[in-house]
């Protein structure tokens, strides 16, 4: 028996792993960290002392002879060959998830259609990286029935890595659109490690879920085992997109019902989690009841009432996909007195002055006229002189602060980065 192979029995005691020693309990197996403000072999002989199964670490340190120390050459890498353990001796479904935009949404939703019927595990926030999945994984236990793990990516072969790990049983990408463009090397780098997860899900005779809308989605996923969901009347689970004013109504089975998302780019969001609700048997009823409860969290896609506007609150993260998605969704639904607040996109490297013009560009095309722009990249694109520039989101709090914004639609949507979520403050 191998180092890993004794922490995994020591793991079984409980079921559970941390790397975070301020979150120790009795018999759980504690991973030592390096971090760039925290090392947790710090930590390792006061946790191994505080009734933990095992405590694995990176570095010795001098410490004294402790049978509850197990010592790796790559802690994190002793992480992902634990959960990857873990995973072999599982024999339930596994739903894997990704996707350039919407992964977290439908997760979210997915998790929620399950949790009707069954005991399921899923992936907390976006936790869905080489660190997440793992944690995800090591998470279920003796009594859980389903899985579902979200995996993102922001280089190449990253998905491959992580569905080597979590050996999904089911796979779905949400969409593949212009994001992490720098770290991918472009577009079809985004699609080569996307594809990654159809691939996986198809070498080892799992089952897809596709989106039938979806031209280059269909086109990867040709001659393999799949479910289709979407408006096309050829999809083997049928809806319709009835509204978004502005929050989606959807039609299904007959049926419309209301939601509590922004946009109608979640139709598709929607659609995955009734075509997953459908295959695991869930009631429609209770597909419907589970998607309309769902209230979005963590600034994606929020409508805020406050006390002066009606804010739309995107602000968890951009890209020129997503960006654009926003930006016609609040044509739509946006009365005429509105208010664009957009910040910078990150890591589109080379790309990102032509990306930032295009979305500059379709302001104009809309005919928008009023708009504030965050960051350098959109300054240095902006030749409209009725939208203001800022640096940054301090300067555009100092200037809304002395000059206040009252009655209007207003959409805030950036990068995470750019720490627009502050903005609703004052707004």
Request: with cysteine; charged share 25%.
């Amino acid at each position: 028996m191998n180092k890993i192979e004794k922490i995994y029995d020591l793991y079984k005691k409980a079921y559970t792993v941390t790397t975070d020693s301020r979150c120790i309990t009795k018999d759980c197996v504690f991973v030592a960290l390096k971090g760039e403000h925290f090392d947790g072999n710090d930590f390792a002989l006061k946790v191994a002392e505080e009734g933990v199964a095992a405590c694995v670490i990176s570095d010795r340190q001098n410490l004294p002879e402790n049978d509850r120390l197990f010592i790796v050459e790559d802690s994190l890498k002793a992480l992902q060959e634990l959960a990857k353990i873990h995973r072999e001796h599982l024999n339930i479904p596994v739903i894997g998830i990704t996707g350039t935009n919407g992964k977290t949404t439908t997760k979210e939703l997915i998790a929620a259609v399950l949790s009707k019927k069954y005991n399921i595990v899923y992936t907390q926030g976006n936790f869905n990286n080489h660190l997440g999945v793992p944690l995800t994984l090591l998470r279920i236990k003796p009594e859980t029935e389903i899985a579902v793990v979200e995996m993102g990516a922001n280089h190449p072969g990253e998905i491959k890595q992580l569905t080597e790990i979590g050996q999904p049983t089911y796979g779905i990408i949400t969409n593949i659109g212009r994001a992490h463009l720098e770290g991918f090397g472009g577009f079809e780098g985004v699609i080569r490690t996307k594809n990654e997860m159809y691939q996986y899900i198809h070498e080892h005779d799992g089952m897809l879920f596709v989106n039938k809308d979806n031209p280059l989605l269909m086109n990867l996923a040709a001659d393999m085992g799949k479910i289709t969901y979407g408006s096309d009347n050829d999809s083997d689970i049928i809806g319709a997109l009835v509204s978004a004013n502005p929050f989606l109504k959807v039609s299904h089975c007959w049926y419309e019902f209301d939601t509590q998302l922004v946009g109608d780019y979640n139709f598709e969001n929607v659609m995955a989690a009734i075509a997953v609700g459908w295959k695991f048997g869930i009631r429609n009823n209770d597909i419907h009841d589970a998607i309309s409860n769902y209230t979005p969290t963590n600034s994606r896609s929020q409508v805020i009432e406050t006390q002066k506007n009606r804010v739309i609150l995107d602000a968890y993260n951009a890209n020129p996909t997503s960006m654009g998605h926003a930006v016609r969704n609040f044509r739509n639904i946006c009365k005429d007195d509105n208010l664009l607040i957009l910040g910078d996109m990150r890591e589109l490297g080379t790309e990102s002055q032509k990306e930032h013009e295009i979305i500059f560009n379709l302001l104009d095309e809309l005919n928008f006229k009023n708009a504030f722009l965050v960051g350098n990249e959109f300054k240095k694109v902006c030749t409209n002189s009725n939208f203001q520039t800022f640096e940054n989101t301090d300067e555009l709090i100092q200037y809304i602060e002395n000059h206040p914004v009252e009655g209007k639609d207003i959409l805030v949507k950036g990068s995470n980065s750019m720490k627009l979520g502050k903005v609703v403050e004052v707004i």
